[in-house]
């Protein structure tokens, strides 16, 4: 390979090559990883870490989100499934085996129990330190990482909340109190509108939201008493954000703009901090999954460095971490190869190109400056609606948030339906060629093997039996969990006790288990029963009036209103689909039974049967369906209930809907059955099949 002349070799006269501007540092380049076990999930952080990956980015399966053991009956099906089971201290040394956390930076996607996974990390970094013969004082003083701890999204989106909002808040401000004074380099809370854009919100819902819960936290902390008044500039220098970027890269960037002018606001006019440095919108960022397509989802590649480019493009708005999702996401689990295609797409960005060797790009634009301005005007409206309202957890208490964001996402949902919304390769452009990327799609996804699950909760019930076997172990293990319960009780901060609890070798169930014990469970609102869909007071017009009238006829041939369960079995708190099935159905005429979230297979079918419902519907994106389907048609016909159908939606492979079917499921629906109107029909023509009627025939038009 011919090496570059030196300026002393080239002809004399020859112009020196012009010198190149300096280039920013990159943000940190993550992918979000995590399955099956601890110690396999430490071998992919490994090989990603060895790619150029320059900070971790943990994904926890649904069992360590929400607080259970891996045998815990609402556990089952899903250990493992959408990220790494970490059921106690053993299982964090483990994960983290051989990464000297002094010198990584981790962000950790875990809210209810992050109070938990922070202290076994601690604890984990504090046993490295000894075996380095270093100070592990020391040790935790320079972690640096994040804990995404935002509880209020968890209520409107994702579903792994384990506490009413109350004490959950007291939990994060306990947390923010103590990792400013102990772990000064870490984020306590990572105020996370990215799953509010997953759930429907639009731009100006997605920042009033997410600044309405950082000033929740920050009220609380607050008023806590916890941190000096002259210390709260520490506070808010540590508040970060995790925010989504969707296709509509113009209006992203700018919403990221708008983003930074009014957190500098808030944080200057509200909590009077003066320092420029502490009051900068520091944020991380995966870009859009919600748009992510199973119709050619090749096309996926390009959705994501357009969204990618949203939170990049301006310097003065740029993320100061990005993890980006893979191609086949809509498909299910990626593999690592995928993610590590989604890893090259930054790489190439930060290093290739030229994008981090100039200012901010946007600077004096007019357009860009007139769309801000109009972000910033909406959510200045929407906050002062909420604050109006007691705040953001009387927000969610009311169920004015939820029920916002589902009408949002319905509102979506029709315009796609009705082609006002193009998404290529689904509703339009959808002739395509076949696709090697797909042809097995088997193989085109990762999966998890079934033994994962049982090798856990055979792991668990090892781990428990051989600390209780251990009087001294024992007696630790039962003191730490009262001292828990007690300071729960009392009022006092939790992470001391918390601290106690994992070196105790407490696990992940009992931990929260205590909490529950304490602070109570809790349902948050649906959202469904708001003001979302079609007025009643409307006529329905094209493919939903003629859906409401073949509801409407067979009712009549069945003498009774059409009933329909729609259930979300297991832990997957991923509703938003669910919820549209739900409204969609109201709107169709159906009478709908929708009870939420976090239910067993028996509380389904007991509802089924106390409805005498005329379908089941079942939701599930977790992975989770071959294990928990079944058990559903089982309890259906152990009640006398088994002629009633059974539909399907979720991210299932087509081999898995074979055998779905196989095993009696009427229907299975995935991402690419976009058309809800359709899916509607699809329900009377099975409930018309199940009961014995004729199939109606259409009028001609």
Same mark, same amino acid.
């Given at each position: 390979?011919?090496?570059?002349?030196?300026?002393?070799?080239?002809?004399?006269?020859?112009?020196?090559?012009?010198?190149?501007?300096?280039?920013?540092?990159? *943000?940190?380049?993550?992918?979000?990883?995590?399955?099956?076990?601890?110690?396999?999930?430490?071998?992919?952080?490994?090989?990603?870490?060895?790619?150029?990956?320059?900070?971790?980015?943990?994904? @926890?399966?649904?069992?360590?989100?929400?607080?259970?053991?891996?045998?815990?009956?609402?556990?089952?099906?899903?250990?493992?499934?959408?990220?790494?089971?970490?059921?106690?201290?053993?299982?964090?040394? /483990?994960?983290?085996?051989?990464?000297?956390?002094?010198?990584?930076?981790?962000?950790?996607?875990?809210?209810?129990?992050?109070?938990?996974?922070?202290?076994?990390?601690?604890?984990? /970094?504090?046993?490295?330190?000894?075996?380095?013969?270093?100070?592990?004082?020391?040790?935790?003083?320079?972690?640096?990482?994040?804990?995404?701890?935002?509880?209020?999204?968890?209520?409107?989106?994702?579903?792994?909340?384990?506490?009413?909002?109350?004490?959950?808040?007291?939990?994060? %401000?306990?947390?923010?109190?103590?990792? +400013?004074?102990?772990?000064?380099?870490?984020?306590?809370?990572?105020?996370?509108?990215?799953?509010?854009?997953?759930?429907?919100?639009?731009?100006?819902?997605?920042?009033?939201?997410?600044?309405?819960?950082?000033?929740?936290?920050?009220?609380?902390?607050?008023?806590?008493?916890?941190?000096?008044?002259?210390?709260?500039?520490?506070?808010?220098?540590?508040?970060? @954000?995790?925010?989504?970027?969707?296709?509509?890269?113009?209006?992203?960037?700018?919403?990221?703009?708008?983003?930074?002018?009014? *957190?500098?606001?808030? %944080?200057?006019?509200?909590?009077?901090?003066?320092?420029?440095?502490?009051?900068?919108?520091?944020?991380?960022?995966?870009?859009?999954?919600?748009?992510?397509?199973?119709?050619?989802?090749?096309?996926?590649?390009?959705?994501?460095?357009?969204?990618?480019?949203?939170?990049?493009?301006?310097?003065?708005?740029?993320?100061?971490?990005?993890?980006?999702?893979?191609?086949?996401?809509?498909?299910?689990?990626?593999?690592? *190869?995928?993610?590590? *295609?989604?890893?090259?797409?930054?790489?190439?960005?930060?290093?290739?190109?030229?994008?981090?060797?100039?200012?901010?790009?946007?600077?004096?634009?007019?357009?860009?400056?007139?769309?801000?301005?109009?972000?910033?005007?909406?959510?200045?409206?929407?906050?002062?609606?909420?604050?109006?309202?007691?705040?953001?957890?009387?927000?969610?208490?009311?169920?004015?948030?939820?029920?916002?964001?589902?009408?949002?996402?319905?509102?979506?949902?029709?315009?796609?339906?009705?082609?006002?919304?193009?998404?290529?390769?689904?509703?339009?452009?959808?002739?395509?060629?076949?696709?090697?990327?797909?042809?097995?799609?088997?193989?085109?996804?990762?999966?998890?093997?079934?033994?994962?699950?049982?090798?856990?909760?055979?792991?668990?019930?090892?781990?428990?039996?051989?600390?209780?076997?251990?009087?001294?172990?024992?007696?630790?293990?039962?003191?730490?969990?009262?001292?828990?319960?007690?300071? /729960?009780?009392?009022?006092?901060?939790?992470?001391?006790?918390?601290?106690?609890?994992?070196?105790?070798?407490?696990?992940?169930?009992?931990?929260?288990?205590?909490?529950?014990?304490? @602070?109570?469970?809790?349902?948050?609102?649906?959202?469904?029963?708001?003001?979302?869909?079609?007025?009643?007071? +409307?006529?329905?017009?094209?493919?939903?009036?003629?859906?409401?009238?073949?509801?409407?006829?067979?009712?009549?041939?069945?003498?009774?209103?059409?009933? +329909?369960?729609?259930?979300?079995?297991?832990?997957?708190?991923?509703?938003?689909?669910?919820?549209?099935?739900?409204?969609?159905?109201?709107?169709?005429?159906?009478?709908?039974?929708?009870?939420?979230?976090?239910?067993?297979?028996?509380?389904?079918?007991? /509802?089924?049967?106390?409805?005498? +419902?005329?379908?089941?519907?079942?939701?599930?994106?977790?992975?989770?369906?071959?294990?928990?389907?079944?058990?559903?048609?089982?309890?259906?016909?152990?009640?006398?209930?088994?002629?009633?159908?059974?539909?399907?939606?979720?991210?299932?492979?087509?081999?898995?809907?074979?055998?779905?079917?196989?095993?009696?499921?009427?229907?299975?629906? %995935?991402?690419?059955?976009?058309?809800?109107?359709?899916?509607?029909?699809? @329900?009377?023509?099975?409930?018309?099949?199940?009961?014995?009627?004729?199939?109606?025939?259409?009028?001609?038009?």
């Amino acid at each position: 390979m011919a090496e570059t002349p030196s300026a002393a070799a080239r002809p004399q006269g020859e112009p020196d090559a012009p010198a190149r501007p300096t280039r920013e540092r990159p *943000w940190v380049i993550r992918t979000y990883a995590g399955h099956s076990s601890a110690a396999a999930s430490n071998a992919l952080y490994r090989r990603n870490l060895e790619k150029g990956q320059t900070g971790l980015s943990v994904a @926890f399966d649904l069992p360590t989100q929400t607080g259970y053991d891996p045998d815990h009956v609402l556990s089952r099906g899903e250990v493992g499934k959408v990220g790494v089971p970490i059921s106690h201290i053993g299982d964090m040394s /483990a994960l983290f085996e051989g990464i000297p956390l002094k010198a990584m930076n981790t962000s950790m996607t875990i809210n209810a129990t992050a109070m938990w996974m922070l202290a076994m990390y601690q604890v984990t /970094a504090e046993a490295q330190a000894e075996a380095a013969g270093e100070d592990p004082s020391a040790w935790v003083a320079a972690l640096t990482g994040t804990t995404q701890n935002d509880i209020i999204k968890e209520y409107l989106s994702r579903g792994t909340y384990a506490f009413p909002p109350a004490p959950s808040l007291r939990l994060i %401000t306990d947390m923010i109190a103590y990792t +400013v004074s102990q772990i000064p380099k870490w984020n306590p809370t990572n105020i996370c509108s990215y799953h509010l854009q997953e759930a429907g919100a639009t731009p100006v819902q997605e920042i009033a939201y997410s600044m309405c819960t950082a000033i929740a936290v920050l009220d609380a902390v607050r008023d806590s008493g916890q941190v000096p008044p002259e210390r709260f500039g520490e506070v808010v220098a540590r508040i970060s @954000f995790f925010v989504n970027a969707g296709v509509r890269f113009v209006e992203e960037m700018c919403k990221m703009r708008a983003f930074v002018q009014l *957190w500098d606001e808030i %944080t200057q006019e509200r909590y009077a901090v003066s320092d420029p440095v502490a009051r900068r919108f520091r944020y991380g960022v995966q870009v859009n999954s919600l748009g992510l397509t199973e119709a050619q989802p090749e096309n996926n590649v390009q959705r994501i460095v357009l969204e990618m480019l949203a939170v990049t493009l301006s310097k003065d708005a740029r993320a100061r971490a990005v993890q980006l999702p893979a191609w086949n996401e809509a498909l299910g689990l990626p593999r690592p *190869w995928d993610q590590q *295609w989604s890893l090259r797409i930054q790489q190439v960005l930060a290093f290739e190109s030229d994008l981090l060797e100039y200012d901010d790009l946007f600077n004096g634009s007019v357009v860009v400056a007139a769309k801000v301005r109009e972000l910033v005007d909406g959510a200045r409206a929407e906050i002062a609606r909420v604050q109006a309202m007691g705040g953001a957890v009387a927000a969610v208490e009311s169920g004015y948030m939820k029920s916002a964001l589902v009408a949002s996402h319905s509102l979506r949902r029709q315009r796609i339906e009705a082609g006002e919304d193009i998404v290529v390769g689904l509703n339009q452009f959808t002739s395509t060629e076949p696709n090697p990327l797909t042809a097995d799609l088997d193989t085109a996804i990762q999966t998890v093997d079934p033994a994962v699950e049982q090798a856990a909760v055979a792991a668990i019930r090892a781990w428990r039996h051989t600390r209780d076997s251990d009087p001294a172990a024992k007696a630790r293990a039962d003191a730490a969990l009262a001292r828990l319960k007690a300071d /729960a009780a009392s009022g006092v901060n939790l992470m001391p006790a918390t601290l106690e609890c994992a070196r105790a070798k407490l696990t992940t169930g009992e931990w929260a288990e205590a909490l529950r014990g304490e @602070f109570g469970e809790y349902r948050a609102p649906t959202g469904v029963s708001g003001s979302v869909g079609v007025s009643s007071s +409307v006529t329905p017009a094209g493919d939903l009036a003629r859906v409401r009238a073949e509801v409407a006829r067979t009712g009549e041939d069945l003498g009774e209103k059409l009933r +329909v369960l729609v259930g979300k079995p297991g832990l997957d708190g991923h509703s938003n689909g669910a919820e549209q099935i739900a409204v969609r159905a109201r709107d169709a005429g159906f009478e709908v039974i929708y009870q939420g979230i976090r239910l067993t297979p028996e509380q389904i079918v007991a /509802a089924a049967v106390a409805e005498d +419902v005329h379908l089941v519907g079942l939701s599930i994106l977790s992975g989770s369906h071959l294990e928990l389907v079944p058990d559903v048609l089982r309890g259906l016909r152990e009640a006398g209930a088994g002629e009633v159908p059974v539909v399907v939606g979720g991210i299932i492979p087509e081999s898995d809907a074979a055998t779905l079917r196989a095993q009696g499921v009427a229907a299975v629906f %995935t991402p690419k059955d976009f058309g809800l109107n359709d899916i509607m029909g699809r @329900f009377v023509e099975i409930i018309r099949e199940s009961r014995g009627l004729a199939p109606l025939v259409s009028e001609p038009a």
